[in-house]
């Protein structure tokens, strides 16, 4: 799962981040392995006039797929952090262009909230307090939100719970 949970001596502190299908090393790889499937076409022109015609667009092909993938990349950048405590509940989310969004609220009077329907995504995952309800893990696939929810849902009852 793409998220993680851990214990501080506060309470519980969630972190969770994109999954990437491809790690970096399979990047350079992926683009190697194009460059080299691209060259074969291309020694069949070698030394004629139609390898100037081709290449332009052998290269066009290898700069908008190296641009894709280093986009995607870019998009996936993005991490959330929630911390659970018995007085609080505080969600920071980085977002891949730099800027950050913050969202605090009583733990107490902060609940977890599953959409099925009417999200920007199926099975969306909401937090709710102090006036506002923000998003957490739309980035994750169904079955994960699924479980986060859950997971976020037992660990917000565990806080409201008396000490003793």
Known sequence: MPYEWSETPEGRRLRLWPYRSLP???????????????????FGVLGSLVLWGLLPFGLGALWALWYGLRRSYR??????????????????????????????????????????????????????????????????SEDERRALYGELASALAEQRKPAG
Request: aromatic share 12%; net charge negative.
């Open 75 to 140: 998009s996936a950048e993005i991490e959330e952090l929630l911390e659970i405590t018995p007085e609080r509940i505080a969600l920071r989310r980085e977002n891949p262009d730099g800027s950050r969004q913050a969202w605090e609220a009583q733990s107490y009077w902060a609940r977890a909230e599953m959409h099925q329907q009417g999200g920007p995504v199926p099975w969306y995952v909401t937090l709710s307090g102090n006036g506002r309800t923000v998003e957490i893990g739309a980035f994750l």
């Open 24 to 42: 970096p090393r399979g990047f350079a790889f992926v683009i190697g392995l194009f460059f080299l499937l691209l060259l074969i076409p291309l």
